[in-house]
């Protein structure tokens, strides 16, 4: 990319925390089972360019799905701290196939569980 370009807009985020009395396996148990991942035949029609299965398993499939997880309380370790905590991305897959479209923005729900600190 010899001259990339660089496009700056400022974006309205609301952050919201819910905080649980629970123990931390039970609310990451809780939300996994609520929130199902995003349907593994999606992504694998997509690598094989199967566009119609994908569509058709979108059209299907909940109204919000967990579109990754990560092990944050990991990442933080790198930092001296002991954390249990897990990042996800849930959203709407049909929703964010069109909020990625041209000349929409991307966008990005991310949704962590930890223990208070």
Known sequence: MANPS??????????VRIESTKPFADVRAAL????????????EALRQGDIVRASEALQRGPELAIFSARDHG???????????AVQYE???PLTASRMTRPPAAGLA?????????
């Open 109 to 117: 729900l991310r949704a962590a569980t930890h223990p208070a600190l």
């Open 6 to 15: 660089i496009v700056r807009r400022p974006v309205q985020i609301e952050h």
């Open 32 to 43: 996994e089972e609520t929130v199902p991942p995003l349907d593994p035949t999606i992504p």
């Open 74 to 84: 990991g990442l933080l370790r790198t930092a001296g701290l002991a954390r249990k």
């Open 90 to 92: 849930i959203g709407n």
